[in-house]
C-alpha cells in the first residue's frame, strides 16, 4: 500500500489552508476594505486622477507645429536687411513644452474642484495621494517660467524694433502678451487649485 493510501490520511485541504483562506475582518465583522454590500471601502480606493491622454496630445501637437515652423522658417531666404520671422517658432515651441504642464493644471482644477463640492456633500470619497495634490503647484512653476520666457522674447522684440536691427521678433507684442497671459493663467489656475485641495480637506 502505498503511504499516501493509508487510512485516516485525508488528500484534501487541511486547517492550514482555510486558515489562509479565511478573509481578513474588521471590528464590524465585515472583510477588510469592504462595507456592507460588498462593495470596496472608499478610503481603501486612492484616486488616480484624470489621464495623461490629453496633456500628451497637447505637446504631442505642440511638437508637431515646431517641426513645421523649422521647416518654414528655413525655406525663404530672408531679403537683405530683413531676419527670419521667429514668432511662430517661439510660439509652437511654447506650446510643446509647456502644453503639456497648461493642459494638467486644468485637469487638476477639475479634479480638486470636483472633489470639494462633492466633499461638502457629505459623499465618501477615494484617498488622494500626495503626490496628486502637490503636482500642480509644479506644473504651475513651470508654466509660469514658460510664459515669462516668451514675454521675454516679446521684449527683444520690440526692444529690436525700437533699435532699427530685425531680429525676427518684430514687433514683439504679440509674444510679450501671449507670454503674460500664459504666465497669469498658470499662477491663478495654481491658486485655484490649491485653494479647492483645501476645501476638500485634502491640501498639500
Known sequence: MHP??????????????????TPRLDAHG????????GEPDAQSVRERGPSLWAPALVAV?????????VVELVQPPPAAGEARPMGPLALAAALAL????????????GLATSRS???AAGAELPEAPWQLTEEHSLHG????GTGASVALMGLLGLWSLWDG?????????PLLLVGALTALVGHL???????????AGEAP
Open 4 to 21: 499516501d493510501d493509508a487510512p485516516g490520511q485525508d488528500s484534501g485541504p487541511g486547517p492550514s489552508s482555510d486558515l489562509a483562506r
Open 30 to 37: 465585515m472583510p477588510a476594505g469592504t462595507v456592507d454590500g
Open 61 to 69: 501637437a505642440g511638437v508637431a507645429l515646431t517641426v513645421l515652423a
Open 98 to 109: 509647456g502644453g503639456f504642464s497648461l493642459a494638467r493644471q486644468l485637469q487638476l482644477l
Open 117 to 119: 463640492r462633492r466633499r
Open 141 to 144: 512653476i513651470w508654466v509660469i
Open 165 to 173: 536691427r530685425p531680429s525676427g521678433l518684430e514687433p514683439g507684442w
Open 189 to 199: 489656475v495654481r491658486v485655484r487649485t490649491t485653494e479647492a485641495w483645501e476645501r
